[in-house]
Every structure is written in structure tokens, then in C-alpha cells.
């Protein structure tokens, strides 16, 4: 198998897995955490249409992500949103997407399960 094939995923599949249908190894899609801060424009999107935000999850599955979960939170940032996406590339295009539109600015995190990490550290 040529080792091309797993450039397009996340660089933890060595020990982060699920069955992969595209390759003869075991692959997995990552998740990630993106905080997201609303600029005055995107307020005031949101105040005049609400249901935009439904709009903009469907645009990023669109992007190749799918949003698991989402949170509106209180504090520094408005919004918790828990991506799964095959690769760093797919959920980087999908954080340059939305901020080059000028209305919010975002912080994304790659995240594991605490039993994946706990098998990492201690294996």
C-alpha cells in the first residue's frame, strides 16, 4: 500500500482508529473543539436571523466536516462547537472559510478521548 494514502489523515492514527473503507489500515476520523468569537457583524447576523447558524453547520458539512455538537457558552468566546472531520487539512479549510468572512474569528483544537490518551501515555 503506497504511503500516500495515509497522508490525508490525522497524524495520531498510528494509535486513534476506527475501520477505514479506503485502505487496508485502520483509520479514524478526528475530532476537534472550535471556539468561536462572533465580530459586531456577526451579531448582528445572528439578532436578525437566528437560524443562520443552522445554515453556516450546513455549509461546513458541505467543507468535508460534520458538526457533532454545538454549544452557545457565556465568557470569552460565543460558541462550542465539537467537529469531526477526516484530517488537520479539512478542519483548516473550514476555520480559513469562516473567518475570512469577517464575522467571527475562531480557535480550533484537536481532541482525543481520555481512554485513547490514557492508552497513548501509558502504552
Known amino acids: 500500500m503506497k504511503m500516500e494514502v495515509y ?3 490525522l497524524q495520531w492514527c ?7 473503507e479506503q485502505c487496508a489500515m485502520l483509520c479514524f476520523m ?3 473543539i472550535m471556539l468561536s468569537t462572533l465580530g459586531p457583524d456577526g451579531m448582528a447576523t445572528l ?6 447558524l443552522l445554515e453556516v453547520n450546513s455549509e461546513v458539512s458541505e467543507m468535508g466536516a460534520k458538526v457533532l455538537q454545538q454549544w452557545a457558552v457565556s465568557g470569552q468566546y460565543d460558541f462550542c ?5 477526516p484530517d488537520l487539512e479539512t ?4 476555520a480559513v472559510s469562516l473567518g475570512a468572512r469577517g464575522t467571527l474569528k475562531t480557535q480550533t ?6 481512554d485513547k490518551f490514557l492508552n497513548a501515555v501509558e502504552g
Open 7 to 9: 497522508l490525508g489523515h
Open 47 to 52: 439578532k436578525a436571523n437566528p437560524r443562520r
Open 109 to 114: 483544537l484537536a481532541a482525543i478521548p481520555v
Open 14 to 20: 498510528t494509535y486513534l482508529h476506527i475501520g477505514c
Open 91 to 94: 478542519v483548516m479549510k473550514v
Open 30 to 32: 478526528a475530532t476537534f
Open 81 to 85: 462547537t465539537v467537529l469531526e472531520a
